[in-house]
């Protein structure tokens, strides 16, 4: 075969493998916060708080996780939880017992500060939720767990029980033992 | 770009037809006089002639004659079917150039008629290529159908010559415009396997293929942040674990296997050092997420990429 017919040939194949294959994006949505929020959800509705504080609305306070509370507000923020409407609350800092809230959820990130708020709070029904290995032990009333890429949630309901907070049966036969 | 090289092709064809006519003029009129005809575009005089010359008993049975006859059709498909996929003088081009390879026992114009070829087998992968851009789901049969022949005639064209990147890349087109008929219509998980499948022959026809593993990755993981996406106040716990599980499957099993993969054979790329990180966080591995955030953080700081606008 003549020379340039070789050089034509390369130039040919080069061009031939030229489409435009645009690669795809990966969304940066927060799934583990997305869940989180539902669970938080599920157990706003699925536990019985006493009825001393189903008056008024149905408080929800995040501490540590900006991805959950954006979550929980956007999405169930409107919902009522039986007959109180739901309050999505950020906290900055630690909360001490002056204002009352049914669940409040410690992120890892605020670790250290569990057992100030245990210590606030342990006169109060308010289910403390938070999201690392040992939290149970360490006051902690429900401790959310990854088991083989599911988050699954760990409770004591002997801490519930002190509370007033009445687990509800969805609670305790999803909890994991 | 595929056309230029078409045309390109083309010329260089035309260049090799009339050197020929002047060394065979006095043993074939008849398809010499067709070549002239045919250089001046006189496309239906040229077919008349050339039709004389196939019935011709000296001339039909010489490989230059169908030679001829296929470039007639082909610069007749050019001028006027460029635009017609099922293009009737392409495949009668496409005929005559076989016919022509068939009786060229002593290979005096196995060169350019091979060139030729090539030129049909490209203008059907660009064929190929165009129609995977626009089909409708489930309507992939035409590209594929464009592709077979580019394949046919390639292997008439460039005996031997592996066709792997165009296996890949055809592939992977049709791997793309599933992915987009799935984002058009999520609810559709039919189109987004369909996209993997696509992608997962590309894959295997090269396993080099990085956009390969890395889009068979994000069409797994997107699939699972479509089902956490619909997770809602009407989201029941036994669905809320289910639906985790599914997604645990896809995320961990599927999407960190394959970007892995891709990761591997380019650990600089950034769209994959930050598919790696979603992934980690998806699957709370807080140890990798950290790694991975270190290494965008190092990427960025030498230059190798930048991040996305929010």
């Not at chain 2, 050019?78 to 009786?103: Q, V």
Request: net charge neutral; glycine share 4%.
């Amino acid at each position: 075969m003549p020379k340039p017919l070789n050089c034509f040939i390369l130039l040919f194949l080069l061009s031939l493998s030229s489409g435009v294959l645009r690669s795809q994006v990966i969304p940066e949505d927060n799934t583990v916060a997305m869940i989180r929020a539902n669970y938080l959800y599920q157990f706003a509705n699925n536990n019985n708080w006493p009825l001393d504080t189903k008056k008024g609305k149905f408080y929800v306070a995040i501490l540590g996780n900006m991805d959950v509370f954006d979550i929980m507000s956007s999405r169930y923020g409107t919902k009522p939880i039986g007959s109180q409407s739901l309050d999505v609350i950020f906290l900055k800092e630690a909360p001490n017992s002056s204002a009352y809230y049914h669940i409040i959820y410690v992120d890892k990130s605020r670790k250290a500060d569990l057992p100030k708020i245990v210590k606030e709070f342990k006169d109060k029904s308010t289910l403390i939720v938070t999201n690392w290995d040992g939290a149970l032990a360490q006051g902690a009333d429900i401790n959310f767990r990854n088991v083989d890429g599911s988050i699954r949630f760990e409770l004591s309901k002997t801490a519930m029980e002190n509370k007033k907070i009445t687990p509800g049966i969805k609670i305790l036969q999803w909890a994991i033992q | 770009m595929g056309n230029s090289i078409i045309r390109i092709i083309s010329g260089i064809c035309l260049l090799l037809l009339f050197p020929l006519t002047t060394v065979l003029a006095q043993q074939l009129p008849l398809t010499n006089e067709a070549a002239k005809l045919c250089q001046e575009k006189q496309f239906e005089a040229a077919l008349k002639k050339i039709d004389e010359a196939k019935a011709d008993e000296i001339e039909k049975d010489n490989p230059y004659t169908w030679y001829v006859d296929g470039f007639i059709h082909k610069e007749i498909y050019k001028a006027r079917e460029m635009n017609i996929r099922n293009s009737r003088e392409r495949e009668l081009a496409s005929e005559s150039f076989l016919k022509s390879l068939s009786l060229d026992k002593q290979n005096q114009h196995t060169a350019m008629t091979r060139l030729s070829l090539k030129f049909i087998a490209s203008s059907y992968y660009n064929d190929a290529l165009l129609q995977t851009r626009e089909f409708a789901a489930g309507g992939e049969k035409e590209a594929e159908d464009s592709y077979a022949k580019f394949k046919k005639f390639m292997h008439y064209a460039e005996p031997g010559t592996s066709l792997k990147k165009f296996d890949t890349e055809f592939n992977k087109s049709l791997g793309q415009r599933y992915f987009l008929l799935w984002q058009s219509n999520i609810s559709d998980n039919s189109l987004a396997e369909k996209s993997i499948s696509f992608y997962a022959v590309a894959s295997r026809a090269d396993s080099t293929d990085i956009d390969a593993f890395y889009n068979i990755a994000v069409v797994n993981y997107n699939m699972a942040v479509f089902k956490y996406r619909d997770i809602g106040p009407d989201t029941d716990i036994f669905d809320l674990i289910v639906i985790q599980q599914e997604c645990a499957d896809l995320i961990k099993n599927k999407a960190l296997v394959n970007m892995d993969k891709a990761y591997k054979l380019d650990p600089e790329r950034g769209d994959i050092v930050r598919g790696l990180m979603f992934i980690h966080r998806a699957l709370e591995h807080e140890n990798d997420v950290e790694y991975f955030k270190h290494e965008i953080e190092r990427l960025v700081n030498e230059g190798k990429i930048t991040l996305p606008d929010k």
